[in-house]
T-cell receptor, first 116, second 116 residues
Framework: AQSVTQLGSHVSVSEGALVLLRCNYS??????LFWYVQYPNQGLQLLLK??????LVKGINGFEAEFKKSETSFHLTKPSAHMSDAAEYFC??????????????FGKGTRLSVIA | EPEVTQTPSHQVTQMGQEVILRCVPI?????FYWYRQILGQKVEFLVS????????KSEIFDDQFSVERPDGSNFTLKIRSTKLEDSAMYFC??????????????FGEGSRLTVL
C-alpha cells in the first residue's frame, strides 16, 4: 500500500526566498509521484509528476521536484517565492503503470504563505 | 480551457437528509472520481467510475453513498442519509486515462458540505 507524509502543515517564506515543501512516500513498488496545488476557491491543479523517467522533474510556475529513492522523498522546491505562490500544496502517490485504475493517495497538504 | 465543474459550491443540510452533489467532467474524459477532504485532514479517495460502473471504492464509500452518470455528461454523488461526519469538501475529478497510467486528474473546485 502507498502512503505519503508531508512534513509541516504550514510553511511561511519571504517573497524571493527559497520554497521547500517536503514529501516522503511509502510504497512497496516504484511509485508515480505528483504534486498538486490548490489556490483559494479553486480546484486541485497538477504542478508536476514523476513517472520513472528523469528524477528531477520540472513543473509549472517555476516549481521542480526531485525523486530520491534512497530517501523515499519527493520534495518540492522553487528558488524564489512569489506572492502568487500562496496556496495549499498536496503530494500524492500512485502505483506505476499497468496497476489499473488505482486511486491517488494524497498527503494532508502544506499551506504555503508568502510574506512581502 | 476545459474544466471540471461542480455544483453546489456549498450546501448546508440537516443530519439524516439526502444530498446530491453534481459534477460535469471534461467531455472527452473516460474516468471519473470522487475524493473528499474533512477540514484539516487528508484528501481521501472515495470512488472511481469507468464504463458506467464503479471500478474501485474505498472503505469510506459505504451503502450510504452512491454514484451515477445519468445522462452522459453529469456525474453525481448521492449521500442517502447524511451524518455529521460527512461534513467535508467533496472533489470531483476526471481523467482521459486511468490513474495507473499516470494520467493527469483534473479536479473541480469542490463542493463544501456542512451537516448540522
Amino acid at each position: 500500500a502507498q502512503s505519503v507524509t508531508q512534513l509541516g502543515s504550514h510553511v511561511s517564506v519571504s517573497e524571493g526566498a527559497l520554497v521547500l515543501l517536503r514529501c516522503n512516500y511509502s510504497s512497496s513498488v516504484p511509485p508515480y509521484l505528483f504534486w498538486y496545488v490548490q489556490y483559494p476557491n479553486q480546484g486541485l491543479q497538477l504542478l508536476l509528476k514523476y513517472t520513472s523517467a528523469a528524477t528531477l522533474v520540472k513543473g509549472i510556475n517555476g516549481f521542480e521536484a526531485e525523486f530520491k529513492k534512497s530517501e523515499t522523498s519527493f520534495h518540492l522546491t522553487k528558488p524564489s517565492a512569489h506572492m502568487s505562490d500562496a496556496a495549499e500544496y498536496f503530494c500524492a502517490v500512485s502505483p506505476p503503470r499497468n496497476s489499473g485504475n488505482t486511486p491517488l493517495v494524497f498527503g494532508k497538504g502544506t499551506r504555503l504563505s508568502v510574506i512581502a | 480551457e476545459p474544466e471540471v465543474t461542480q455544483t453546489p459550491s456549498h450546501q448546508v443540510t440537516q443530519m439524516g437528509q439526502e444530498v446530491i452533489l453534481r459534477c460535469v467532467p471534461i467531455s472527452n474524459h473516460l474516468y471519473f472520481y470522487w475524493y473528499r477532504q474533512i477540514l484539516g485532514q487528508k484528501v481521501e479517495f472515495l470512488v472511481s467510475f469507468y464504463n458506467n460502473e464503479i471500478s474501485e471504492k474505498s472503505e469510506i464509500f459505504d451503502d450510504q453513498f452512491s454514484v451515477e452518470r445519468p445522462d452522459g455528461s453529469n456525474f453525481t454523488l448521492k449521500i442517502r442519509s447524511t451524518k455529521l461526519e460527512d461534513s467535508a469538501m467533496y472533489f470531483c475529478a476526471s481523467s482521459e486515462s486511468g490513474q495507473g497510467f499516470a494520467g493527469e486528474l483534473f479536479f473541480g473546485e469542490g463542493s463544501r458540505l456542512t451537516v448540522l
